[in-house]
């Protein structure tokens, strides 16, 4: 019988196991706290744990209560008051007195809100887990550091869930063959002189007698031989060996020009940083490459990219200009799955929208597999946004949402990036 031993450990002395239950069995009212918490935080407190309230009568369980009615005519052990024959007077429910009564109040009854507590891994799985990088597919095969265990031959060591049944079965009928066959030639030989001496007319005694002592030895050598031993065990081997994997890489793209003000960066930083909560979350393989762009674009660090405070003009074509430049020299397309998430407020140069048409039509949107564009733009849409459009119904994996204020931000996310089913 296969028996399962969980040793991991506790957290906090906590049950692991009753915890995980209580987490699948509350799942809805736990993921809607979730949400709710997520539209409240700042930047910084996007990747803690949180505190959740779930209602009293969402936990409820069936419990017994004194009712009224029923005669019990015995009397418990370790009694010291009543005997057999005494009249108990039943406990009352007025007054907050007697059995099942609740929680003390003013008035009337009730019971406290259960609260719960949610570490950082168990809150981050719970708000992303119906999100998805869109269209992430197998490519090319590239050699990456990871490992898998493959077969590798057999070997004369090892456990017992891998013993190799066929080959230690053949090893041990060679050996039973190599070890009884002289003992079976001798056999059998003994046992052809033993019958032509017995078929003479007054054959030697001490002969016979001779010949029958070698015909057991020679048995009982041969028996003695075991059908199976230890030196005749095989175990499978396996070994380690690099596996190919799939890569994935996600551009990030921002504007930071003179018409972004700080409140429209701070909806962008809000945006990114949740973007990259998700893909390490969610994605151990994958490459982030940040590029800030005002008349000029710049491939920086995540330091720089969130809080650096240069700023200009604006020219979007160059961003792009940078991020075709980059795929070629770095990401080549049949080797890896290729992401852009861009945030902008729309203002451009006019004569330069034309030309990121030009460049996304025949250059970009056929290397990627998906660019998600957000605009922050809480009044009319502008030049980009026009151009943009003709690129989405020309490609099905280009996205854009607009966004026109914080509270926009988680809802136009989870559009952009949901679950597709099947």
């Known amino acids: 019988m296969t028996q ?31 949400t709710e918490a997520v539209g409240k935080r700042s930047i910084t407190e996007i990747d803690r744990g949180e505190q959740i309230t779930i209602p009293a009568k969402d936990i409820s369980e069936p419990q017994f209560h004194p009712g009224s009615g029923g005669k019990i005519e015995r009397v418990l052990p370790g009694n010291e008051e009543f005997v057999t024959g005494d009249r108990v007077k039943r406990p009352s429910n007025e007054n907050g007195e007697g059995g099942g009564g609740g929680d003390a109040s003013d008035s009337g009854e009730g019971n406290d809100d259960f609260v719960f507590q949610l570490s950082r891994e168990e809150f981050l799985e719970l708000y992303f887990e119906d999100l998805e990088l869109p269209d992430l597919i197998k490519k090319e095969l590239a050699r990456i550091t990871t490992q898998k265990t493959i077969r590798a031959g057999v070997t004369t060591s090892g456990i017992p869930s891998n013993i190799n049944v066929l080959r230690s079965m053949r090893q041990a009928t060679g050996r039973r063959v190599a070890l009884g066959a002289s003992y079976k030639r001798q056999l059998k030989a003994a046992e052809t002189e033993l019958v032509e001496l017995e078929a003479t007319p007054s054959p030697d005694k001490v002969e016979v007698a001779r010949l029958q ?35 994935a890489v996600m551009f990030c793209v921002m504007d930071v020009s003179g018409s972004m003000d700080e409140p429209k960066k701070d909806i962008a930083k809000r945006f990114f940083i ?16 940040f590029i800030r762009h005002h008349t000029s674009a710049k491939e920086v660090s995540e330091q720089d990219f969130f809080y650096s405070r240069e700023t200009g003009g604006t020219v979007v074509s160059s961003a792009l200009e940078l991020l075709h430049n980059t795929i070629e020299a770095r990401y080549p397309t049949d080797a890896w799955n290729i992401y852009v998430a861009q945030a902008s407020d729309g203002d451009n140069w006019n004569a330069d929208s034309p030309y990121c048409l030009e460049l996304l039509q025949d250059k970009i949107m056929p290397l990627l597999q998906y660019y998600a564009y957000i605009e922050i733009m809480p009044r009319h849409h502008q030049s980009l946004w026009e151009v943009y459009q003709q ?32």
């Open 274 to 289: 949740l973007l990259y909560l998700f893909l390490t979350k969610n994605y151990e393989k994958i490459e982030l490459v």
């Open 391 to 422: 690129v989405h119904a020309q490609y099905p994996n280009f996205a854009m949402e607009n966004i026109d204020n914080v509270v926009d931000i988680y809802p136009v996310f989870r559009e952009l990036f949901k679950r597709k089913t099947v």
């Open 213 to 247: 002592r070698d015909i057991a030895f020679l048995k009982k050598k041969i028996n003695a031989v075991p059908f199976i031993d230890t030196i005749d065990l095989r175990y499978n081997n396996r070994v380690r060996v690099p596996a190919p994997s799939t890569q």
């Open 4 to 34: 399962l031993i969980d040793r991991r450990r506790n957290a906090g002395k906590k049950s692991t196991v009753n915890r995980q239950r209580f987490l699948r069995r509350y799942k809805t009212q736990i993921k809607r706290a979730v």
